[in-house]
């Protein structure tokens, strides 16, 4: 029961490169009762929003505003690769910047008990970590991937910074609260889902009691189940067989799914399988075959340890007493993860066939153990996010619609309902100041200038859940955006404009009417010459509005010059 006279407490937890149909309440047959369950005491959206990749959408979550304002305007590893094309750009910092006022800061200030588990990805050096950005109680992973097991040992001995993917400060990824600490200080047994729910009730349950009487804001920052697919051996061995088939047939079985359960329409057209340029099923060897089916045998345990762990703090919500009185919003950060040579661990100046064959054992009994390191590909992710096209990385549907559960008795009254309301990831912040009656501060915050959420609060889709015709984003002149390095997409109502350079797509504005068209297969470009320049308009306002600039022009010009475009 709600807490009289005590606002609400805030639970928001982040899966990470999580597809839309990989649990039970989105169709999927990986064995997700806890959220199951969530989902059934509250509201299941459907046409949830987030940027592209994780870091962008994690500075969107906690700024309500977008990444090109935030600091993420690129990923910090793709801005490493190229410096000079980045360097001194506002917005493209690489990390949540002062330009923004964070959602723990805001609630801190508001006199909230503020935690965090998790992974960052938003800034690697201690004044650009959680805890300096309003997070009281820390346990946090600083990069954007690394082993579950926390077992790194591509590191040892390391006497230089890793250049690429990673670049930790002193070689210091892991902090607590405020401090950085090192590997040795790292639980032992630890496993990523294991042990940042551990680490995230322990903090809840060891409160002072002054901690106790304030309101508290938790966010949970799952790595699982980003690459490398790594789970305990009762996970994985449950799922053995299942995925035989190959990612044809569970794709197709998914969107049955999917459509039994009201998620998409019945005549939904979903666009091909997201192969990236792969073979077949039916051309894979029996040995190939096994190796790809136990991979995503073990994606699959790690779905289901995420949500096991998710489990164990619903309990202890319950059994505390505070289960009703919190807000809770379970998302992924973006699409499901199809890329091949993507999978790159923290490096120690060598490539990366190199660690795999030095410091890794991927032989098939092995995958999924602590010193394996494998990815499942794009046709298992493209599997995951049907009908939408594409995957991570893209700003198609298949890399930025995503998953999200919300539930909260005290206003959401009709419980297990579906909501297919246009909204995204910077619709949170709002949302929680809202039921917090919490005002947004505005322009200035801490004695700094702050932008102003972009996103809006879900209070009216709350009260009435199955009502459609509801329009988070109603004003005729509100534009919502997509872009990360050229990758660009947006959309105003159902009208949604593309832009995909070579060789993700054919370097020229699409046009597609997602009322209609939810697999972006029919481009009306050209049947829809008005429309089309219309949506190039709009880009070209958000273009404007966030401060962006054109990064992959640059990029291109330098690849030529070096003789690689």
Not at 7 to 35: C, H, M, Q, R, W
Not at 90 to 104: F, I, K, S, T, W
Not at 482 to 511: C, D, F, S, T, Y
């Amino acid at each position: 029961m709600a807490v009289p006279g005590k606002k609400p407490n805030f639970l928001v937890l982040v899966a990470d490169d999580l597809g839309f149909s990989d649990t039970s309440p989105y169709g999927g047959e990986i064995e997700t009762p806890n959220l199951m369950k969530i989902a059934k005491e509250g509201l299941k959206m459907t046409n949830f929003h987030t940027a592209a990749s994780c870091s962008p959408t994690r500075a969107m979550l906690l700024s309500g505003t977008d990444s090109h304002i935030a600091g993420l305007g690129a990923m910090a590893e793709d801005m490493a690769m190229f410096p000079d094309v980045f360097k001194d750009r506002a917005g493209y910092e690489g990390y949540l910047n002062q330009r923004v006022a964070a959602l723990p800061e805001i609630l801190q200030d508001n006199g909230y008990f503020t935690l965090m588990t998790g992974k960052w990805h938003l800034g690697l050096t201690k004044e650009r970590g959680p805890h300096a950005r309003g997070f009281e109680k820390v346990f946090t992973w600083l990069p954007g991937a690394g082993n579950h097991y926390a077992h790194e040992p591509q590191l040892h001995g390391l006497e230089e910074r890793p250049q690429r993917f990673l670049r930790p400060v002193q070689h210091n990824l892991w902090m607590k609260d405020g401090e950085f600490i090192r590997q040795s200080e790292v639980p032992k047994d630890f496993y990523s889902s294991t042990s940042y729910t551990d680490y995230f009730i322990n903090f809840l349950r060891d409160r002072t009691v002054e901690q106790k009487e304030k309101p508290f804001f938790g966010f949970v920052a799952y790595t699982a189940p980003h690459w490398p697919l790594q789970v305990p051996l009762k996970y994985r061995a449950k799922y053995k067989g299942w995925y035989d088939k190959g990612p044809r047939e569970l794709r197709e079985r998914r969107l049955q799914s999917l459509i039994a359960g009201g998620l998409v329409p019945e005549d939904v057209e979903p666009a091909p399988l997201h192969t990236l340029g792969t073979g077949s099923w039916e051309e894979l060897s029996p040995e190939e075959k096994t190796i790809s089916s136990r991979a995503m045998e073990t994606f699959a345990g790690m779905v289901d340890c995420l949500d096991e762990n998710i489990g164990r703090i619903y309990d202890y919500l319950k059994e505390s007493g505070e289960l009703d009185n919190t807000f809770v919003v379970f998302m992924s950060d973006n699409g499901a993860e199809g890329a091949l040579l993507e999978a790159v661990p923290i490096l120690n100046g060598m490539k990366f066939e190199e660690v795999l064959d030095r410091f890794y054992d991927n032989s098939l009994e092995n995958i999924g153990n602590y010193n394996s390191f494998v990815w499942y590909g794009p046709q298992w992710a493209g599997a995951a996010t049907a009908p939408s096209r594409g995957v991570k990385k893209c700003a198609t549907e298949g890399g930025i619609h995503c998953p999200c559960i919300v539930r909260y008795p005290p206003i959401l009254k009709d419980i297990d309902s579906i909501n297919n309301t246009f909204t995204t990831v910077m619709d949170i912040l709002p949302t929680v100041l809202e039921l917090a009656s919490i005002p947004h501060p505005g322009t200035r915050f801490r004695d700094r200038e702050v932008a102003v959420p972009r996103g809006h609060s879900w209070l009216d889709l709350l009260v009435r859940p199955r009502d459609d015709s509801l329009s988070i984003y109603e004003s005729d002149n509100e534009i919502v955006g997509w872009e990360q390095v050229g990758i660009a997409a947006v959309r105003k109502g159902n009208w949604k404009a593309i832009w995909m350079p070579p060789p993700r797509g054919e370097g020229r504005w699409e046009l597609y009417d997602l009322s209609t068209d939810l697999g972006e297969i029919h481009d009306l470009s050209r049947q829809e010459p008005e429309k089309m320049r219309e949506m190039i308009e709009h880009y070209e306002t958000y273009f404007h509005e966030t401060g962006m600039f054109d990064a992959y022009a640059m990029i291109q010009e330098q690849l030529k010059m070096k003789g690689r475009g």
